[in-house]
């Protein structure tokens, strides 16, 4: 049984004072609903997440006291990816035919604090810096770009690309494109990555209707399918956020397994994928994310990003929308956000940013903590 996706719903990124988080994630699933031309009576489940924007149950306040499943779903920054894998795992199965996937946040100004206690760690483990993701994020793109040749050139076109093509997107938080030089020169903040290297946490809501794909048509003449929701953990030797140690031999990101399982799942292949959208926390994740996700061999970014590969007009458009770059980082809202740029570029509603020729495959790739990745496979 195929699973589709007939209704988009978006409150956008950024700072919204006058709303709770709460009230953001609900009118992201009103729109979803009014996209689907269907009402939150005619959900028959719910999976939502949030960090800090209330749980995503009480949504049910606002949208209808109906008596359906919801579960409260909390990944680290991979819980969209997560709430839409549980919700593709329920219609898959049979026992729903129709739902709502949907995730909002409300982060206050500045990086995220999180405690070492609260992901199994002891107190030297922040007590070094490491909790502050800034520098993990940091020390991991160092050693990458020594061992594959990365240039901090590459590093700025990547974020140059990410408010390029936010400056053209109506819903972004960042819509200033910047140059080269603006971007070169900002104030460092972890070697090598500097202030416009670097998401910040947002503020937004994203929400999908999913249904089976065989009755999509009672919704929607324009049904975007999910081919594969694919979740996976860490392996032992890959570095991972707040990853307490480094095992003497590197071993495979989670990022390369869930991709792996998801193009199997799929039965397609990278060269199949038409645009993508791959997690950009920083500068450096887009560009490991690229080989971690089959697309390119390690150290063949410098020379794809140089060549315009991943731009909009390129031969695989990635981040299409500016990514987390532009877009900021509401955690509950975020891997849903890539996969509503996607179903609007496989639908050819993106506007501006429209990829060329009709793309008929999309691909999102979400990481979070403490090593978790989540890939979903879509096709019209």
Known sequence: ?????????????????????????????????????????????????????????????????????????????????????????????????????????????????????????????????????????????????????????????????????????????????????????????SEPLNKYMFCSPAEGGCALVVCRADIAQRFTRNPIILKTAVVRSRNYGSFEVFSPSQAPLLGDAPTVNASRAAFELAGVGPEDIDVAQLQDTEVGAEIMHMAENGFCDHGDQEQWIADGVTEINGRLPVNTDGGCLANGEPVGASGLRQVYEICLQLRGDAGARQVPNQPRTGYTHVYGAPGISGVNILAR
């Open 1 to 189: 049984m195929d699973v589709a996706i007939v209704g988009l719903g978006l409150h956008p990124f950024g700072r919204s004072p006058a709303l709770t988080g709460l009230e953001q994630g609900a009118e992201a699933a009103r729109a979803a609903l009014r996209d689907a031309g269907t009402e939150f009576k005619n959900m028959q489940f719910a999976f939502g997440g949030s960090q800090d924007g209330g749980n995503a149950d009480s949504l049910v306040n606002l949208l209808g006291l109906t008596g359906l499943q919801f579960t409260n779903i909390w990944n680290g920054c991979a819980t969209g990816g997560s709430s839409l894998n549980a919700a593709y795992s329920a219609i898959k199965s049979g026992q729903y035919d129709v739902g709502l996937v949907v995730g909002f946040d409300k982060h206050p100004r500045g990086a995220f604090n999180p405690q070492p206690r609260d992901w199994g760690l002891d107190d030297w483990y922040g007590e070094t810096g490491l909790m502050l993701t800034t520098q993990f994020f940091a020390m991991k793109i160092q050693r990458y770009m020594h061992d594959y040749g990365i240039s901090r050139d590459t590093l700025i076109r990547v974020a140059e690309k990410a408010f390029r093509n936010g400056s053209i997107t109506p819903t972004a938080w960042r819509r200033t494109a910047l140059s080269r030089d603006e971007i070169a020169e900002a104030p460092m903040v």
